[in-house]
Nanobody, 117 residues
Framework: QVQFVEPGGGLVQPGGPLRFSCAASTSIFRSSRMGWYRQAPGKQRELVATITSGGSTNYADSIPGRFTISRDNAKNTVDLQMISLKPEDTAVYYC???????????WGQGTQVTVSS
């Protein structure tokens, strides 16, 4: 019900950009706050950013201004655009949907991003 629509992870050189998308079923997406999380090796999963159905965004304090979350309500997708990637951005990135009416959480399968030369 929540899945990556395009493979966006992999090996990226420092300074490079990366963008990936996540899609959810219409019944979930339209009533969910969508978000991106990441988990670096040996660390806990942390929030990257969230976006409401109305387009309001929230970024974790630890997330640099190099990341941008957006959503397309017509396509039921939420994107994460990252620029000027650094080695410390290496992590598994997860898409998340918090279905507001039910309170249920849905997770994507995650995609590995490795920033290295």
């Amino acid at each position: 019900q929540v899945q990556f629509v395009e493979p966006g992870g992999g090996l990226v050189q420092p300074g490079g950009p990366l963008r990936f998308s996540c899609a959810a079923s219409t019944s979930i997406f339209r009533s969910s706050r969508m978000g991106w999380y990441r988990q670096a090796p040996g660390k806990q999963r942390e929030l990257v950013a969230t976006i409401t159905s109305g387009g309001s965004t929230n970024y974790a304090d630890s997330i640099p201004g190099r990341f941008t979350i957006s959503r397309d309500n017509a396509k039921n997708t939420v994107d994460l655009q990252m620029i000027s990637l650094k080695p410390e951005d290496t992590a598994v990135y997860y898409c998340n949907a918090r279905h507001i009416p039910s309170g249920l959480l849905y997770w994507g399968q995650g995609t590995q991003v490795t920033v290295s030369s």
